[in-house]
């Protein structure tokens, strides 16, 4: 009596139900598309990060405030405040950053960029006031930031 091939054996016990759970075969020729779209996710999330900038909610104390921002190295951030008081007209810059360079953004706000090398922890303030009849009322908001 002949012997059965293996192969035609698997085939003759197998039921169409049980191909639909085996995968399709990739084409060789196609196999280097997944590999390069792969890769191409890799390198895209090292060069492009997702964020560049976080900032926290200020933390009221009293007449100051506390604000945590975290950065990469040689980004930018901006900080806005949003006033209870329509009327703000003085916005000025109280300890300027050591490992960075801080700017006004209008009366409402300031943009840090951090060194271009550097990683750590800086520092700055800056303080908004409201003129509202004949004296002024200063919120002073200490930043805290972590340039990763």
């Known amino acids: ?3 059965a091939d293996p192969a035609s054996r698997r085939q003759q016990e197998s039921t169409p139900g049980d191909r639909k759970l085996n995968p399709p075969e990739i084409p060789s020729n196609a196999r280097w ?15 492009f990060p997702q964020a560049t900038c976080k900032v926290d909610q200020p933390v009221a104390r009293g007449n100051d405030a506390i604000i945590n921002m975290t950065i990469r190295s040689a980004g ?7 006033p209870r008081a329509p009327a703000v007209s003085i916005l000025e ?6 490992n960075g ?5 209008g009366n409402t706000g300031v943009i840090y960029r951090s060194g271009r090398n550097f990683k750590g922890r800086d520092s700055f303030s800056f303080s908004i006031a409201k003129r509202a009849s004949g004296h002024s009322d200063a919120t002073t908001y200490h930043v805290n930031v972590n340039v990763l």
């Open 1 to 3: 009596m002949p012997r």
């Open 33 to 47: 598309l997944f590999g390069a779209g792969a890769l191409a996710l890799l390198v895209g999330t090292q060069f």
């Open 76 to 82: 930018a951030c901006t900080v806005v405040i949003r």
């Open 93 to 98: 810059l109280q300890t300027p950053p050591k």
């Open 101 to 105: 360079a801080l700017r006004r953004r």
